[in-house]
């Protein structure tokens, strides 16, 4: 029952911040994010011409839409707060590209049977897809693929290993 109102209160407050950040105009379904950052590029050797050139948002280390791994506690499927920023700007890119589709692959750590890292990466990857649903996200554009610990990033067996490995992928398959 706790553990039901924690999510309740998480849901809320993802709304909430993913609300509070939306002043601008909404674009229309399709079209282009806006670019985070103009970053001035310098062309010809040793001319000292610049252009304006802009910044990718998906390769902007600025831009949480850069970000598209969620870590997880032992044992556990709900997003951390930390995480909420990163989930609520995917789910804002998604909900305004009709187009765009994501993956999201769940893992889990070793530790345990197969079977429940499977369960287990699953019920992780389904709590950032409510999340992104809760938000305007259409179901048809994303997917939940369940990997439990068979696609490990970290390969030491040690606490520093497994907080790597318990994690949701964020896979644009189409932006």
């Known amino acids: 029952m706790m553990k039901n109102r924690f999510l309740v209160f998480m849901l809320?407050?993802?709304l909430v911040a993913g609300c509070a950040g939306q002043k601008q105009a909404t674009k229309p379904a399709g079209t282009q994010p806006p670019a985070a950052?103009?970053?001035p590029t310098?062309?010809?050797a040793g001319q000292g011409q610049t252009t304006s050139q802009a910044l990718d948002p998906f390769e902007d280390p600025a831009?949480?839409?850069s970000k598209r791994v969620i870590y997880f506690n032992y044992n556990s499927d709900e997003v951390k707060p930390e995480y909420l920023d990163i989930v609520n700007a995917h789910a804002r890119y998604l909900a305004s590209h009709g187009s765009a589709r994501v993956r999201l692959e769940?893992?889990?750590d070793e530790r345990g049977s197969r079977?429940?890292?499977v369960a287990l990466s699953e019920r992780r990857a389904v709590s950032v897809k409510r999340l992104m649903l809760f938000q305007g996200v259409g179901p048809d554009q994303i997917t939940v693929v369940a990997y439990g610990e068979e696609r490990p990033v970290a390969l030491c067996h040690d606490e520093s290993c497994w907080s790597k490995n318990r994690r949701v992928e964020i896979v644009y398959e189409a932006r």
Do not use: I
């Open 63 to 65: 831009n949480p839409l």
């Open 42 to 44: 310098t062309s010809g």
């Open 115 to 117: 079977e429940y890292n």
């Open 12 to 14: 809320a407050l993802g």
């Open 37 to 39: 950052t103009n970053a």
């Open 106 to 108: 769940g893992h889990a």
